[in-house]
């Protein structure tokens, strides 16, 4: 019940942020490429913070501390940011934000996976932050206070959609958000290892499959809104991001009986396949209705990747290191790329227009097929 309600915390903030940062930027009058750049400090950013909050919590045992913390940053720099209209200062709130905003996630899922232990199901505790995400963007769509065009109040909402992680966290008891480190046992004779299904080895081609999956994403988190407020003129993100989250909501209920029957590592191909015709959509089918029915695809780009990241990563690593292996995801999964992604984004949209980016970014989910058969044929077997 403890995580279900910090989880129901965190996912309220994700609603606020990953719909609108991109928009809350932009309307403080920068340039799309001036965007990319600024979206891509704030993704190069957060890879440092779940790496300095998981080594932390891997080393302590100890969560609770750089659960507060990071969403400490959040709130803290939130408020900055709409104030202060230059460049550098703007570059400056966002890393601090990013920081706090990437490192929440890896703490909570690492948490909350080792708790759990082997029989546990991160699946359904996970299904929860995407109903939450969805409760709360609706909430944000039908707000007047909040339009695409209103920095101001954008900033304010993820203040306070962050400000109630603090409140949570802080109730959550002590030996729910410290793991003990486990006492060495007399030596005895070394048994062969249980075989899991999964090997370490698989570590590095995973997390560049991950990688290029995530890279794959960036003009949906980031380009997306800009091209429905700017080139549709269609004021329905958080509409769109609502249906979205909506779609991964059975595909991460039963990601376990997924996982299992499929595999890590085919899930993500699949998942790649989706993205690739995502995009193709966003670039050729412009229409409404399509748009809609793209945001469906979600249920593979996400509600199917997530869980899989999460199972391949920390199927390769042990307990004890299950804060890393979280960390190393979503730094070099997920944040490395992102913040290529809008770097590069931003110069084609300024240069190019949206239909352009979406069409560039699809190599990216071809890269994914080509690396996922290399690998299965290599080893002869699929994960």
Same mark, same amino acid.
């Given at each position: ?25 932009? $309307?403080l ?8 750049i ?8 957060? *890879? ?17 501390? $750089?659960?507060?913390? +990071?969403?400490? !940053?959040v709130?803290?720099?939130?408020? %900055?940011l709409?104030?202060?209209?230059s %460049? ?8 601090? *934000? ?32 995407? &109903?939450? #995400? ?8 039908w707000?007047?206070?909040?339009r ?7 900033g ?10 603090l409140? #949570?966290?802080?109730?959550?008891? %002590? ?7 486990? &006492?060495?046992?007399?030596a ?16 590095i ?6 990688a290029l999956?995530r890279?794959a *994403?960036?003009?949906v988190?980031?380009f997306?809104?800009?091209? !429905? ?6 004021n &329905? &993100? ?6 979205? /989250? ?5 595909c ?9 029957? #499929?595999?890590?590592?085919?899930l993500?191909?699949?998942s /790649? ?17 399509a ?9 593979? =780009?996400?509600?199917v990747?997530?869980p ?7 199927? =390769?690593l ?7 292996? *979280?960390?190393l995801?979503? +730094?070099?999964g997920t944040?490395f ?8 984004g931003?110069?084609?949209?300024d240069h ?5 980016l ?5 190599i ?6 080509g690396l996922y058969?290399f690998v ?8």
């Amino acid at each position: 019940m403890y995580f279900v309600l910090v989880y129901i915390a965190v996912y309220f903030s994700f609603a606020a942020v990953t719909p609108y940062l991109s928009l809350l930027v932009r $309307g403080l009058e920068y340039s799309p490429k001036a965007v990319g750049i600024l979206l891509g400090v704030f993704e190069g950013a957060g *890879m440092g913070g779940p790496f300095l909050f998981g080594c932390f919590a891997d080393r302590t045992g100890r969560y609770k501390p $750089g659960l507060l913390i +990071s969403a400490a !940053l959040v709130v803290v720099s939130a408020i %900055p940011l709409i104030l202060f209209r230059s %460049p550098l200062l703007s570059g400056l709130f966002l890393a601090v *934000m990013a920081v706090g905003f990437r490192s929440t996630i890896p703490l909570l899922d690492a948490v909350t996976t080792v708790n759990q232990g082997k029989s546990g199901n991160y699946g359904k505790i996970r299904t929860v932050g995407s &109903v939450s #995400f969805i409760a709360m963007a609706l909430f944000l769509q039908w707000t007047p206070a909040l339009r695409p065009d209103n920095s101001r109040n954008i900033g304010v909402v993820i203040a306070l959609c962050s400000a109630l992680i603090l409140i #949570f966290v802080t109730i959550l008891p %002590p030996r729910y958000a410290r793991i003990e480190k486990p &006492v060495p046992a007399p030596a005895a004779p070394k048994l062969p290892r249980k075989k899991t299904g999964l090997r370490p080895s698989l570590l590095i081609p995973g997390i560049i499959i991950i990688a290029l999956s995530r890279l794959a *994403m960036t003009p949906v988190y980031t380009f997306f809104p800009l091209y !429905l407020t700017e080139s549709l003129h269609w004021n &329905v &993100v958080s509409l769109m991001f609502a249906l979205a /989250a909506a779609a991964e909501v059975p595909c991460m209920y039963i990601s376990q009986r997924l996982i299992r029957r #499929f595999g890590a590592l085919r899930l993500l191909a699949a998942s /790649a396949a989706a993205i690739g015709v995502r995009l193709a959509v966003y670039a050729f089918c412009p229409f409404k209705p399509a748009l809609l029915l793209a945001q469906l695809l979600h249920s593979l =780009c996400y509600g199917v990747f997530h869980p899989a990241a999460i199972a391949l990563v920390s199927g =390769c690593l042990p307990p004890e290191r299950r804060a890393l292996g *979280m960390s190393l995801y979503l +730094s070099l999964g997920t944040g490395f790329p992102a913040f290529i992604g809008n770097i590069i984004g931003g110069f084609i949209v300024d240069h190019a227009g949206y239909q352009a980016l979406f069409i560039s970014f699809m190599i990216f989910p071809a890269m994914v097929m080509g690396l996922y058969f290399f690998v299965a044929v290599k080893r002869q077997s699929v994960i």
